[in-house]
């Protein structure tokens, strides 16, 4: 298996713009996620999905965010309009299993920078 | 308060050499613990996982080791090489939680 596909790798943006992710998770996982990596925080759960419902999207920071998981093998997240401080690495991730016992299988992220 | 501390939160060390990263916790009831590690623009990658019974667990040269009493971590790194440098982030999950506890990670530099 090729691994969890996202896309795009980069995205340079203007304030008020709108951004979409990508991902492809790894076939037969029953779990996706959505990171959001800076210097500061470190790794923040956004939203998780199993069975491509949306279980829990607690850590969405505010409506501007949203994210949708229409197939097994795709899920969007989006930010609607961008700000500066969304600038961060978005990762997706995969899972076989439950969050606290699966091992979590990582893309490459994807770097916004919001200009 | 974070519930995953790390430390040193980074260190430069001499390509050969060893060293070990530390991991508090006050997760609780503790599940098990993971170290990933993070190369740089990339995303991270699973070591090892500790669960409660567990006290040592190797994986080639990384070994990682676990006290649950004192809810303390490490991960050993044996006679470094260029490639180990990299962000390691511990990662602890409570039962009946779905919600993973992030340390910031070590960030580890090799030097030749």
């Known amino acids: 298996d090729a691994g969890v596909i996202q896309s795009p790798r980069h995205e340079v943006t203007e304030m008020g713009q709108e951004v979409t992710l990508r991902c492809k998770p790894i076939?037969?996982?029953?779990?996706l996620f959505w990171y959001r990596q800076t210097m500061m925080r470190g790794l923040e759960l956004l939203i998780y999905?199993?069975?491509?419902?949306?279980?829990?999207d607690s850590g969405m920071p505010e409506d501007r965010f949203s994210a949708k998981m229409p197939n097994a093998s795709f899920s969007t997240l989006k930010i609607q309009p961008s700000e500066p401080r969304d600038s961060a690495v978005y990762f997706c991730a995969s899972s076989l299993d439950r969050p606290n016992t699966g091992e979590l299988f990582f893309g490459e992220g994807s770097r916004l920078t919001v200009l | 308060k974070n519930q995953v501390e790390q430390s040193p939160q980074s260190l430069i060390i001499l390509e050969g050499k060893n060293c070990t990263l530390q991991?508090?916790?006050?997760?609780?009831?503790?599940?098990?613990l993971r170290w990933y590690k993070q190369d740089t623009g990339r995303g991270p990658v699973s070591l090892t996982i500790m669960t409660f019974s567990e006290n040592t667990k190797s994986n080639g040269r990384y070994t990682a080791t676990l006290d649950a009493d004192t809810k303390q971590s490490s991960l050993h790194i044996t006679a470094s090489q260029l490639s180990d440098s990299a962000s390691y982030i511990c990662?602890?999950?409570?039962?009946?939680?779905?919600?993973?506890?992030f340390g910031k990670g070590n960030q580890v530099v090799v030097i030749p």
């Open positions: 076939s037969g996982h029953d779990y």
């Open positions: 999905f199993n069975n491509n419902v949306p279980i829990d």
């Open positions: 990662v602890v999950s409570a039962y009946g939680n779905n919600r993973l506890a």
């Open positions: 991991c508090n916790y006050t997760v609780s009831p503790f599940s098990n």
